[in-house]
């Protein structure tokens, strides 16, 4: 009865599901993984930012990357901003919106004279052309506190942004300590802070940016979940088309003799 199931096109289709298995397990684990790292994520964030601040300098050093786990610390700085140095970081998004404009980075110089560290101020509009400086407002001239949270330097391969060179004076695709440390020869803390609030309080600024959001786990274990139904879905489809085609030639058999049975049927003689 299932002997068609012997048949070429009968091997492709199983040849096709066999493949299709264990690439659907596989999305599916992807997919989970990718939520392990998103709560992951989520907890290191909410659990740093609920730190009390502790001084930049004590968390990192120069030429030193800032360990995954101290990601998104408070911390704080006491210095001087060096605004001969500040420079911009390309096409970046409005906090909170859709508009594509800068960061502005300006390195703060530490009242302890251990170095420097890069502050990202916030954002600031695009002028409007690929090549113009944009607007940025002027820095506080005296001795600042900041206070913000702390971020590893941006590569490549942790952005997904090409570092490209060639760019307009003062303009960056990524927020790099050590490679403004190669550039000014300066000496800068690893890392940078994304600013919060300062002491005293600046007047126009650039538009600072918020927390994180990190209550957001998304939608990765429902992708998870669909993946991995469709696995099941596979042998439950290969049943139903498998007796569907059994029954489709049953019919067909069926018709086949009746209708060689009537014409075998002798012919009544009037």
């Known amino acids: 009865m299932y002997r068609f199931l012997l048949s070429r096109r009968w091997a492709a289709i199983f040849v096709v599901a066999l493949l299709l298995v264990p690439t659907m397990i596989r999305l599916g684990f992807w997919q989970y993984h990718r939520h392990e790292a998103r709560v992951a994520r989520n907890s290191l964030i909410g659990a740093n930012l609920q730190h009390a601040p502790v001084p930049f300098d004590s968390l ?3 030429g030193r990357g800032v360990p995954p786990g ?29 508009s594509i404009g800068f960061f502005v980075i300006t390195p703060l110089v530490l009242a302890d004279g251990k170095g420097s560290v890069l502050v ?4 600031v509009d695009s002028p409007g052309d690929a090549t113009s400086y944009p607007a940025v407002p002027a820095p506080p001239s005296g001795t600042v506190t900041v206070t913000g949270r ?17 760019l307009p004076p003062r303009q960056y695709k990524l927020i790099n300590s050590e490679a403004q440390a190669k550039e000014t020869g300066a ?8 600013l919060a609030s300062a002491v005293p309080p600046a007047g126009n600024t650039p538009e600072v940016l918020p927390d994180p959001e990190h209550s957001d786990i998304g939608p990765h274990m429902a992708y998870a979940i669909q993946w991995w139904l469709f696995t ?5 489809g290969l049943i139903v088309l498998a007796r569907r085609e059994a ?12 209708a060689a049975a009537t014409e075998e049927a002798p012919t009544p003689v009037g």
């Open 232 to 236: 099941t879905l596979i042998p439950v």
């Open 247 to 258: 029954r489709d030639r049953r019919a067909a058999a069926a018709k086949a003799a009746a």
């Open 150 to 166: 702390l971020r590893a330097d941006e590569t490549h391969a942790s952005t997904g942004i090409p570092d490209r060179g060639g």
């Open 60 to 62: 990192n050093a120069p």
């Open 120 to 123: 990202n101020r916030g954002w």
């Open 187 to 194: 000496t800068v803390l690893g890392g940078y802070l994304e």
């Open 70 to 98: 101290l990601v998104w610390r408070a911390v704080t700085a006491t210095g001087r901003y060096d605004a001969a140095h500040e420079f911009v970081i390309r096409q970046r998004t409005e906090p909170g919106g859709s």
